[in-house]
């Protein structure tokens, strides 16, 4: 894929704030009018709505997103739709980009910016390569992934853990942070879309396109993709799983004064962010919750490579 630059995101934040108020009232009603379907005699028994999805808010009927307004998390469910071979996604929406992600979601990414946004979340820019390479910038987002295993153990792992590198089999070192991908207009019809919902949702190769992104430098180059799914570690495919974003919300910090006689010092270049522990207490967090169903009971026919 070549590289190519795209429009600012600096107008984002408030035209999707806009748009997450319409979303969360459409929790109440339908994205689109409701069809009439027959009831079913007999049913799966699953368990209740609102014991899944106890504490969480939904912001569509149509696509399995929730805030958990207590903890600041942002949940999306999805499935497992690819065990090996190279990524230049760790997760994309559902009939994207399925032949290089792990995870297929039920839900657009335009979904998750807003809610990310309804948490507290700021967003930085997409990474950028011209007239030098910049790294995405943006709030911190660990992950968890959430699933059950053969047994129907809950089990939960960093999404780091399913991300492994090309050569030295070490697992993904580094957190996502919020670039926020951006917007395209359709020059023929007037429509606005968010370059996200085509598939750079949660990447691990750089793109401006991607709406959280690695804080440093990955190639996207086929040639050269650096990470690939670490297998031992995923479960089948086909496996339902709920994906826990855990942005760094920062706590409101007064800045220290400036005297004349001692000036503030010109910062450092900083490091990338530190991945979340292995032991981490948010782990042991997130598996309290339970796990939704997916919309489909089949895994996702992966798209075939252009």
Same mark, same amino acid.
């Given at each position: 894929? $070549?590289?190519?630059?795209?429009?600012?995101?600096?107008?984002?934040?408030?035209?999707?704030? *806009?748009?997450?108020?319409?979303?969360?009232?459409?929790? +109440?009603?339908? #994205?689109?009018? %409701?069809?009439?379907?027959?009831?079913?005699?007999?049913?799966? !028994?699953?368990?209740?709505?609102?014991? =899944?999805?106890?504490?969480?808010?939904?912001?569509?009927?149509?696509? #399995?997103?929730?805030? #958990?307004?207590?903890?600041?998390? =942002?949940?999306?469910?999805?499935?497992? *739709?690819?065990?090996?071979?190279?990524?230049?996604?760790?997760? *994309?929406?559902?009939?994207?980009?399925?032949?290089?992600?792990?995870?297929?979601?039920?839900?657009?990414?335009?979904?998750?910016?807003?809610?990310?946004?309804? =948490?507290?979340?700021?967003?930085?820019?997409?990474?950028?390569?011209?007239?030098?390479?910049?790294?995405?910038?943006?709030?911190?987002?660990?992950?968890?992934?959430?699933?059950?295993?053969?047994?129907?153990?809950?089990?939960?792992?960093?999404?780091?853990?399913?991300?492994?590198?090309?050569?030295?089999? &070490?697992?993904?070192? @580094?957190?996502? =942070?919020?670039?926020?991908? /951006?917007?395209?207009?359709?020059?023929?019809?007037?429509?606005?879309?968010? @370059?996200?919902?085509? /598939?750079?949702?949660? *990447?691990?190769?750089?793109?401006?396109?991607?709406?959280?992104?690695?804080?440093?430098?990955?190639?996207?180059?086929?040639?050269?993709?650096?990470?690939?799914?670490?297998?031992?570690?995923?479960?089948?495919?086909? +496996? !339902?799983?709920?994906?826990?974003?855990? %942005?760094?919300?920062?706590? &409101?910090?007064?800045?220290?004064?400036?005297?004349?006689?001692?000036?503030?010092?010109? %910062?450092?270049?900083?490091?990338?962010?530190?991945?979340?522990?292995?032991?981490?207490?948010?782990?042991?967090?997130?598996?309290?919750?339970?796990?939704?169903?997916? $919309?489909?009971?089949?895994?996702?026919?992966?798209?075939?490579?252009?």
């Amino acid at each position: 894929m $070549n590289r190519r630059s795209f429009p600012s995101t600096a107008g984002l934040v408030p035209a999707l704030a *806009c748009w997450l108020v319409m979303a969360i009232v459409a929790v +109440t009603t339908a #994205d689109e009018p %409701p069809k009439k379907t027959p009831k079913v005699a007999a049913e799966k !028994k699953q368990e209740p709505a609102s014991k =899944v999805n106890s504490g969480l808010v939904k912001l569509s009927k149509e696509h #399995d997103v929730w805030i #958990d307004p207590k903890r600041k998390w =942002v949940v999306v469910d999805g499935v497992v *739709c690819l065990r090996e071979g190279q990524l230049e996604m760790f997760a *994309c929406p559902r009939d994207t980009k399925e032949h290089e992600s792990i995870v297929a979601v039920n839900g657009k990414a335009r979904y998750v910016h807003a809610a990310l946004l309804a =948490v507290g979340s700021r967003v930085g820019h997409p990474v950028k390569f011209d007239p030098k390479y910049e790294a995405a910038t943006g709030t911190v987002v660990d992950i968890a992934v959430l699933w059950r295993d053969k047994k129907g153990q809950k089990q939960v792992m960093r999404a780091q853990d399913w991300v492994q590198s090309i050569r030295g089999k &070490k697992v993904l070192p @580094y957190p996502w =942070v919020f670039g926020g991908s /951006g917007f395209w207009t359709d020059q023929t019809t007037g429509e606005r879309h968010y @370059y996200g919902d085509g /598939g750079d949702f949660i *990447c691990v190769s750089n793109f401006p396109s991607a709406m959280l992104d690695l804080p440093v430098e990955s190639s996207q180059a086929n040639s050269s993709l650096t990470f690939v799914a670490k297998t031992e570690n995923i479960p089948p495919e086909g +496996t !339902k799983v709920r994906l826990v974003l855990m %942005p760094r919300i920062p706590k &409101k910090v007064t800045p220290p004064k400036e005297t004349p006689d001692k000036p503030q010092k010109t %910062p450092a270049k900083a490091k990338p962010p530190a991945v979340m522990a292995k032991n981490s207490p948010q782990l042991a967090e997130v598996k309290k919750l339970e796990i939704a169903a997916a $919309n489909t009971k089949e895994k996702p026919q992966p798209k075939p490579q252009p």
